[in-house]
């Protein structure tokens, strides 16, 4: 079952150290597009959590958003270390510089990030949490994206019978179509009065047969159909495979149209090429 790019889930936990919240919003895109916000203080898990966005998702924009608020009561620290490596390094510029060391604001160095921290806290314990919630969260997303996946599927496999039909129609007109090319050209011959011998008769009449014959498209256009029915029934990721499948029934559709010998060739390959080009366009969200 194909899945959809398109999709939402969120996901909310809450403990002795506060409430985590994740977000998960995804959209179309050729490639696989992370946007992570992290709060302050959780940014050290940024790498985790991007191997496990990249692990489960292939296609797609994907906006990831959590939210931390801390418990009330909780109290608030100085983180000395980094106040410390700041201070020395300030003490290094203002020694270059030749300026009063004096010369700066408090309020700008607790704004700084990872300055101030919420004291009581088991870290390890809350970053565990935010990776175990993410889990759940991608969970929720692959379902949403599953359950979008298998209405698509459903439109293009009504469209991969539609192809089918006029396909099929298509060969039965063959013959027709084989008869009124003779009728026409005798008819010309009768008109031109003039006398041509059965083998070059038959030689004209063959040359115009393979001008106009279509078995062999339709007999592509019939492979691409079955490759299209097995593809939208895997369980992986068949967005690139799918484009290309499109790219090769529009081809014929073309070459269709170029041969087109009487009217319902023609109506046909242009009937092909509508469904094809609604089939295109939904395929675009497909991962």
Known sequence: MIRSMTGFARCESRGAWGTLA???RTVNH???????RLPEGLGALEAAVRARLQKTLVRGRVDAWLRFQPAAGGSLCLN????????GLYGELADIWEFEETAFNPWDVLRWPGMVQASGIDTEALEAEVLALLDTALTGLQEAREREGAALTQLLLRRVE???GQTAALRDHLPHLEKALRERLQARLHDSAQQVDAGRWEQELLFYLQRQDVAEELD?????LAELRRVLQRREAAGRRLDFLMQELNREANTLASKAGDSQVTFASVELKVLIEQMREQVQNVE
């Open 22 to 24: 994740w977000e998960l």
């Open 220 to 224: 592509r256009l019939d492979t691409h």
């Open 162 to 164: 539609a192809i089918a």
């Open 80 to 87: 000395t270390a980094l106040a410390t490596e700041l201070r």
């Open 30 to 36: 050729r490639f696989l597009d992370v946007g992570l």
